[in-house]
């Protein structure tokens, strides 16, 4: 069965960190392309970054520079480490997978999601 668990969110001021951890289970990481997404209150779900063995890294022009994808083959975990933390980060972040071809955040091409975890920039 495949699953995928988000966890590492929390309350952190503007300018802060936070690692968000994306643990997968019934399927190994590393065939797929592993992509993190957010959804902010009143807003349409986006894409943030993604990861593929075979291609690289990718990152949406707004975390670029302040967010860091990695994957640990290990422990079939991928990570999100987010520096210098912006009010306008504030959202609910969620993990999700899709094949090697479909790298990139196109939304539609990811299959299985995690269930999210939230992240709240405030002073």
Do not use: H
């Not at 997404?37 to 670029?64: H, L, M, N, T, W």
């Amino acid at each position: 069965q495949v699953q995928l668990v988000e966890s590492g969110g929390g309350l952190v001021q503007p300018g802060g960190s936070l690692r968000l951890s994306c643990a997968a289970s019934g399927f190994t990481l590393d065939y797929y392309v592993i992509g993190w997404f957010r959804q902010a209150p009143g807003k349409e779900r986006e894409g943030v970054s993604c990861i593929s063995s075979s291609v690289g890294r990718y990152y949406a022009d707004s975390v670029k520079g302040r967010f860091t994808i990695s994957r640990d083959n290990a422990k079939n975990t991928v990570y999100l480490q987010m520096n210098s933390l912006k009010p306008e980060d504030t959202a609910v972040y969620y993990c999700a997978t899709a094949r090697r071809a479909d790298y990139g955040l196109d939304q539609s091409k990811y299959n299985y999601w995690g269930q999210g975890t939230q992240v709240t920039v405030s002073s």
